[in-house]
């Protein structure tokens, strides 16, 4: 479904980010990017 599909776009814009930051994300980022893939 397109629910799911967004879910792994989230998922995979929060790998890369954190795999280009060397570590882990702190909350603020992950809802950083949770909220630009739920409002495009």
Known sequence: TANDEQKLE????????SLSKGGLLT?????????????G
């Open 10 to 17: 989230i998922v995979n814009a929060i790998k890369e980010k």
């Open 27 to 39: 909350i603020e980022e992950f809802r950083e990017i949770a909220e630009k893939m739920i409002n």
